[in-house]
């Protein structure tokens, strides 16, 4: 047995960086990746470029080395710690959900001129007493370092990668934290305490209980005859749409087990490397006439001179791997066909390493690379090295803090999407208003339900527009106001009342001469100057009215009686003519809504009073919407409530109108200018508007939509599109969707795992930022969103029995785990 810090490659750490004890050095970044499922060809082919950039930029002698690491982990969130029984079922729900957890590191090493290169028979694993090769070179540092920096400034300039440097306790560790170097010899994620571990090197590379193998592409014959910046994922792809990953996506992500992807780019003398392929070629050219096979490799040789000169390609030398590992020995054979299927999707054929797997796995050693054996190394361009490099990671959760817990595509990992505030602040999108697109059954109801609940439990205040009972038990959950509309118990407003402190303020006043003069005269009619001056001081006298009686309730009845018998003498020593304001019209026309009348109890409620403090307020319209008279009322009332959230509460509250269908209705009866209106203004006040659309007809048939929704919602929601797939050019167009666009909303619900319930939904930023996320619920949640009519009967029979809402959801999961 052989201590290890007995041949340890790694002489110091310091200044942020790794001294060998042959004298080379090595850096290191921690990288961010875009995410998987996100980019179009056109962008990998743009972060293919950059990293040729990148790369082309580094002195002689470097080498790259890209280190991905995929660990399958458990998703935990906070159980227990949460505000809301849905926020506690969810994390319940979600906890221990499978998923890799990615991490992905770029080490620059810069080696010696004069360095010995290593082989299979030559490494520093062999060596009892490593020593340096030459004395540490300022100069080559501070070189280095400047290459280093402009590496860095062109990918992060590039837009797609992020990029952070590793301090001197992140490589070397501390007695809490293991650093990178324990990480890779003990095979330990980044946040993980040390573990010190057995490394098992003679049979097999054995670390601890974890059996490991290793696969490598590092001959010509095993490498695929093309390589790209992307290729087709056909899971996702249509007959109209090509959708794109990364050329070594199979062996990121794609590839569902522990292991390490790492990529070796080393960059030589390029005049030396061609002199000596062109003594290659001219003995293999004295050669040829002995052997086809000699004529073969001479005319190979030829034709990448000819590429080298002619296009300028830099030669270098390449080698790839996968590790993984496993402490379960059942699994070994599982893994293996797991990797050769992922090789061949890139149409290449690994080997497994056996006899050279010590010396390729010591040369991964952080700081070690310099010791990689080059007789496992392969020559090619620079443009076709980088094809091999992994390009992507998993989902991240919002920094903000604020958004929609949703799921990562590929697992269902939840992540935490801003789709507010943070594009706000990068510049993706200029308001926060959004429009949702989804037919019926696409999962359209759940995810707006989850939506605005999520929004709820962030503080905000919800007004919803339904005209399908989608919100009932959402608005039961959360204490909500429900207006609707039943025989037995009717719709019922009080828009005259005014909570205790406040006074007639200008917004207030402006929305009851609106209802006023809507009650009054039809949409055809129109009303004198002198007409609407004596309603404005029929408003202002009668709170004066109210002040000076304060047992006086306010209401549509008191104010009634306050035209009949109060104002009726003020216009009448006012000597106001009949023609300039007819009182005994209007008396006439608002007698139906006055006690006794036909709607008198539309706007006299005395419950329900407070609507500007209370934060979730449904107005169900399905059995009014076609009420010539009720209909127009309601909306108008709505408008007001919202108005007045929106410029009454604090600018720090979010102040959110949701209107699902009921716009259609809404648009029909006058109020397309209300909805233009508070699209254009409602940003000004951190308030956002949604509209819910079922139908592409509606689009294409309404002006509003295009006019005012389409043009003035930076944030496009779009469910399940496949029943418009022949047809989406008229959507692309009109919603102005990209190429890129158009191939991520085509692509959702095409390979759902089967072993979860779940949809998919498309979200786009502004056209800068699109993805598609999975709406996943726990039972829970599903039966507070449910719409299908026996669900909602159920979940109503056991709110009753149990007494609350809560109480009946959590009685029926419990009933149906067991």
């Known amino acids: 047995m052989i201590n290890i ?269 061609l002199k000596g392929l062109e003594k290659k070629r001219l003995r293999l050219q004295s050669l040829s006439a002995y052997s086809r096979e000699n004529a073969i490799a001479r005319d190979a040789t030829s034709d990448f001179l000819n590429e080298a000169i002619a296009e300028q390609r830099l030669p270098v030398k390449a080698h790839f791997n996968v590790m993984t590992w496993t402490s379960d020995p059942k699994q070994i054979q599982e893994i293996r066909n797991k990797v050769g299927s992922a090789m061949a999707q890139m149409d290449a054929s690994g080997k497994q390493e056996t006899d050279g797997a010590p010396q390729i796995w010591w040369a991964g050693l952080p700081g070690n690379a310099a010791d990689f054996p080059m007789n496992d190394t392969f020559d090619t361009f620079l443009e076709q090295a980088t094809c091999f490099l992994n390009l992507e990671s998993n989902y991240r959760s919002a920094q903000s803090g604020f958004g929609i817990r949703l799921g990562d595509r590929l697992s269902g990992k939840p992540v935490r999407a801003d789709i507010s505030d943070e594009p706000m602040k990068k510049g993706f999108i200029t308001n926060r208003n959004k429009m949702i697109l989804g037919p019926s059954g696409s999962g359209k109801s759940f995810f707006t339900n989850h939506m605005v609940n999520s929004y709820y439990e962030q503080g905000s205040h919800i007004v919803l527009v339904d005209v399908g009972h989608s919100y009932k038990g959402l608005c039961d959950l959360v204490g909500g106001y429900y207006f609707t509309y039943e025989e037995n118990n009717p719709i019922r407003f009080n828009p005259f009342y005014i909570a205790k402190g406040e006074v007639l303020d200008i917004e207030k006043k402006e929305s009851l001469k609106t209802l006023l003069l809507a009650l009054w005269k039809k949409e055809n009619e129109n009303f004198a100057r002198s007409e609407y001056v004596a309603i404005s001081n029929a408003i202002t006298l009668y709170y004066r009215h109210l002040a000076k009686h304060p047992n006086i309730f306010p209401g549509f009845n008191s104010f009634y009686d306050f035209l009949m018998e109060e104002y009726l003498v003020v216009l009448e020593n006012g000597k106001v003519k009949e023609k300039d304001f007819d009182i005994a019209n209007l008396l006439y026309v608002l007698n139906p809504y006055y006690k006794g009348g036909e709607f008198d109890y539309l706007l006299n409620a005395t419950e329900n009073l407070d609507l500007l403090n209370e934060r979730f307020i449904v107005f169900e319209l399905d059995n009014i919407k076609s009420h010539e008279i009720l209909f127009p009322v309601v909306t108008i009332i709505i408008m007001e409530v919202f108005i007045s959230k929106m410029r009454k509460l604090p600018k720090n509250v979010r102040k959110v109108i949701l209107i699902e269908e009921a716009w259609k209705a809404i648009a029909k009866d006058g109020m397309a200018e209300y909805i233009k209106y508070l699209f254009k203004t409602v940003r000004k006040f951190f308030g956002e508007a949604i509209v819910v659309t079922q139908e592409v007809e509606d689009i294409l048939s309404s002006p509003i939509i295009k006019q005012a929704i389409v043009n003035n919602s930076d944030c496009k929601i779009l469910l399940d599109q496949s029943k418009y797939q022949n047809k989406f050019d008229d959507v692309q167009e009109l919603l102005g969707l990209t190429e890129k666009e158009k191939a991520l909303i085509l692509s959702m619900n095409k390979a759902n795992h089967p072993s979860y319930k779940y949809k998919e939904v498309f979200i786009s930023l502004g056209g800068q930022s699109s993805k598609v996320y999975r709406t996943e619920v726990s039972p829970s949640e599903y039966y507070a969103y449910t719409t299908e009519a026996a669900e909602k009967a159920k979940v109503l029979e056991y709110a009753e029995r149990y007494g609350s809402m809560g109480k009946g959801i959590a009685a029926m999961v419990n009933k149906q785990s067991n």
């Open 5 to 273: 810090e007995d041949i340890l490659p790694v002489y110091k750490v310091e200044n942020k960086a790794i001294l060998s004890r042959r004298g080379d050095i090595t850096i290191i970044y921690k990288l961010g990746l875009p995410d998987i499922f996100t980019q179009s060809g056109q962008e990998y082919e743009a972060l293919h470029h950059a990293w040729i950039k990148a790369i082309k930029v580094l002195p002689r002698h470097s080498i790259v080395h890209k280190r991905d690491i995929f660990i399958r982990a458990g998703y935990h969130g906070k159980p227990g710690q949460s505000a809301s029984f849905l926020a506690e079922a969810s994390e319940a729900y979600f906890e221990g959900r499978p998923y890799l957890e990615h991490t992905c590191y770029i080490l620059l090493t810069i080696q010696p001129g004069n360095r010995k290169a290593a082989s299979s028979g030559y490494s520093g694993l062999m060596r009892k007493s490593p020593v340096p090769g030459q004395a540490l070179n300022e100069q080559l540092y501070s070189d280095f370092m400047e290459k280093a920096g402009a590496f860095e400034r062109i990918l992060t300039d590039s837009g797609f990668i992020s990029m952070q440097r590793l301090t001197d306790d992140e490589l070397a560790g501390t007695k809490s934290q293991s650093g990178i170097i324990e990480q890779y010899c003990f095979l330990q994620g980044e946040n993980e305490r040390p573990v010190i571990k057995d490394v098992h090197l003679k049979d097999e590379i054995r670390i601890g209980d974890n059996h490991c193998q290793l696969f490598t592409l590092s001959d010509v014959e095993d490498l695929p005859s093309l390589c790209g910046s992307r290729v087709n994922y056909d899971k996702y792809s249509t007959d109209k749409t090509k959708f794109s990953i990364g050329f070594a996506s199979p062996l990121g992500l794609l590839l569902d087990c522990n292991h390490i992807y790492n990529q070796f780019i080393f960059i030589g003398d390029a005049q030396k490397t």
